[in-house]
């Protein structure tokens, strides 16, 4: 199996290299990560200016490569030819917040293993949470069981999973996406020449307890593992739709 390996915090990030060094004795596995830190990024593709990328060893000294896009251009990059050999899979992360609820479409960790399904690839994002400090190891070690898992039970092209591990783990659950609660605040500021900018600021969100969610898992100590795709067609609705939209208008 080969494996690419990117994240949205950037090459020098710890959760990085804690994934590059679980992953290892499982496949061969080729970094190609921002130079800079792309969180909430989203789903980003770069076509007005160049990408570069360059050779830049990891923390180990293990080889990788630094790339001046966004998590999803390093994918793109690396799936329409950087990468000469054939690649298995796309893993994202380790990254040091959950990405849970409406998040997913915010977030760089999550949108490079949207970019995988595009090129039809599997795509792993892997998340934890910092607070108090993040369990590097072990979501590492989550993920590496997980994509052990896969290599006997490859997942369908076009899916993804989104992965989210609690500091300690009681059990994996199969959830969907839950909803996001943001506590985000417009923070209006005064530059020198007493012109107004801009923060989006507040505390860090929570979410909502619904059973069976990614929030809901997490929170009582499970792995959340959400199937994902990027067929975002509400389906339930057309019959309805089409009961009042007509083919003649
Ligand atoms: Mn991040």
Redesign the pocket.
């Known amino acids: 199996m080969h494996i690419l390996l990117t ?3 950037g090459l020098t ?1 710890p959760g990085l290299l804690a994934l590059k060094h679980a992953l290892t004795p499982l496949a061969r596995v080729t970094v190609i990560a921002p130079s800079r ?4 990024a989203g789903h980003r593709k770069t076509l007005h200016k160049p990408l570069r990328i360059d050779p830049a060893p990891l923390a180990d000294g293990s080889e990788a490569w630094m790339c001046s896009g966004a998590p999803s251009d390093c994918v793109a990059l690396a799936l329409l030819g950087f990468v000469k050999d054939k690649i298995d899979l796309v893993v994202s992360g380790i ?3 959950y990405n849970i609820g409406q998040d997913l479409t915010y ?3 999550v949108t490079a293993a949207f970019e995988a399904s595009i090129f039809g690839l599997p795509g792993i994002a892997v998340s934890t949470e910092s607070d108090p400090v993040p369990n590097y190891a072990l979501t590492a070690q989550v993920a590496a069981q997980l994509i052990q898992k896969l290599s006997e039970r490859p997942l369908a092209t076009n899916l993804l999973l989104n992965v989210n591990v609690p500091p300690q783990v009681i059990g994996w659950r199969i959830t969907r996406q839950g909803a996001r609660v943001y506590k985000d605040e417009l923070v209006t500021r005064h530059d020198p020449r007493g012109r107004a900018y801009y923060w989006i600021g507040g505390e860090m969100p929570t979410g909502r307890l619904d059973e069976g969610t990614d929030f809901w898992a997490i929170e009582h100590g499970h792995v959340s593992i959400t199937p994902l795709h990027l067929d975002l067609t509400a389906y339930l609705t057309m019959p309805d739709l089409e009961s009042w939209i007509t083919p003649d208008g």
């Open positions: 994240n949205d915090d990030a830190n792309y969180s909430a990254n040091p917040h977030s760089g960790t």
